[in-house]
């Protein structure tokens, strides 16, 4: 299947700084990538969706102005958690689909995010 | 009221005893049907998509199939390899994002 790299792995922050985290599909062009957020045994909840060229789309009760999606690449979304505070700490997933609606959507290896 | 619910939440097979995992699904309209594969601070691992009732597939010991209802995840004869959360996603014709049930966490002991 398609690759879809995320990065960093994991990533400790002090509490109002920013940390920004990227995805790449390595071998496939996406014209749309989403950002899902989890919690410990939790399902996947999303977040937003990121279109190359033009503003995310935000799920109801997400921060826009805190977190920031840039898509500025076909290849290339990321993730910006500004001042992030320990509630943000969570595992961010992003996600490529390649080809047309409804065909296989494949993940990056997540985020774990830890706010201190 | 979620769109998509997965049961049991949490199974404990014996190797070699098959088992299969539920999901249940209410859309006006079903574009796809995902089922993933996810190991623990891991992102989710693509399995199948499932797109019109009747539609199965299959890998390895693994099988999914459909209805206009639900989808089952049917596991013959499990290795311990396969212990890992099973997640069930829906799209809908009207979006372009899946939405997640909270996954069923399978165990298989030796």
């Known amino acids: 299947g398609a690759v879809v790299s995320q990065h960093p792995s994991w990533v400790i922050c002090k509490s109002g700084t920013s940390v920004k985290i990227e995805c790449r599909s390595l071998d496939f062009q996406a014209t749309t990538m989403f950002w899902y957020r989890q919690f410990p045994k939790q399902s996947l909840m999303l977040m937003a969706t990121?279109?190359?060229?033009?503003?995310?789309?935000?799920e109801q009760g997400v921060e826009k102005d805190k977190f920031l999606i840039n898509h500025a690449s076909l290849t290339l979304s990321t993730l910006t958690v500004t001042s992030a505070h320990p509630e943000d700490s969570s595992f961010y997933i992003c996600?490529?689909?390649?080809?047309?609606?409804?065909?296989?959507?494949?993940f990056g290896q997540g985020t774990r995010l830890t706010v201190v | 009221e979620d769109q998509v619910t997965q049961s049991p939440e949490a199974l404990r097979l014996q190797e070699g005893e098959s088992s299969s995992l539920n999901c249940s699904y209410t859309v006006s309209g079903l574009r796809g049907l995902f089922w993933y594969r996810q190991d623990p601070g891991k992102g989710p691992e693509f399995l199948f998509t499932?797109?019109?009732a009747g539609e199965e597939k299959e890998k390895e010991r693994l099988k999914a199939t459909l209805t206009k209802k639900e989808s089952f995840l049917h596991i013959t004869a499990p290795k311990p390899e396969d212990s890992a959360t099973y997640l069930c996603?829906?799209?809908?014709?009207?979006?372009?994002?899946?939405?997640f049930g909270k996954g069923t966490s399978l165990l298989v002991t030796p």
């Open positions: 990121s279109n190359e060229g033009s503003k995310a789309t935000y």
């Open positions: 996600s490529a689909r390649q080809g047309e609606l409804g065909t296989e959507a494949f």
């Open positions: 499932l797109y019109s």
């Open positions: 996603a829906v799209q809908e014709n009207s979006g372009y994002a899946l939405n």
